[in-house]
């Protein structure tokens, strides 16, 4: 597992590329936040994750399949993930920010819109 990368994985590049493109400008990994978020826009207080399917446990296609070799350990440590994962979130709301989780097997440029979306509403407010 050592090689399984935190940052700059393929899906966030991907991600990134089309953000910055769209014309969004934004943070990478804030580490004074809950959860290190993948990007954050700061003066938005929204917070964004990039999850893995499998990693994170999504549920597509991509995830369903667990190793068949020591199960219970895959299943524990999946388990241990979206604890995480939500916990990071909820202190980041208990703070005031927003957040925003993009799938892997999301298309990017509907998540782009979204993101989109979510500073434009912050905007209006």
């Not at 979206?82 to 980041?92: C, F, K, P, S, T």
Request: a positive charge; proline letters at 3%.
């Amino acid at each position: 597992m050592a090689r399984v990368r935190q940052r700059d994985t393929a899906p966030e590049m991907a991600l990134r590329r089309a953000m910055w493109a769209a014309g969004l400008r934004y943070r990478l990994h804030d580490k004074r936040l809950p959860g290190t978020p993948d990007i954050v826009f700061g003066r938005a207080r929204l917070a964004v994750f990039v999850h893995g399917c499998f990693w994170h446990s999504h549920g597509c296609s991509r995830s369903e399949r667990l190793p068949k070799s020591n199960a219970d350990f895959w299943r524990t440590k999946l388990a241990r993930n979206v604890d995480r994962d939500n916990e990071a979130q909820g202190q980041l709301r208990a703070l005031g920010w927003r957040t925003a989780v993009v799938w892997e097997c999301e298309a990017i440029d509907q998540a782009v819109a979204a993101i989109r979306d979510l500073l434009c509403s912050t905007a209006k407010d």
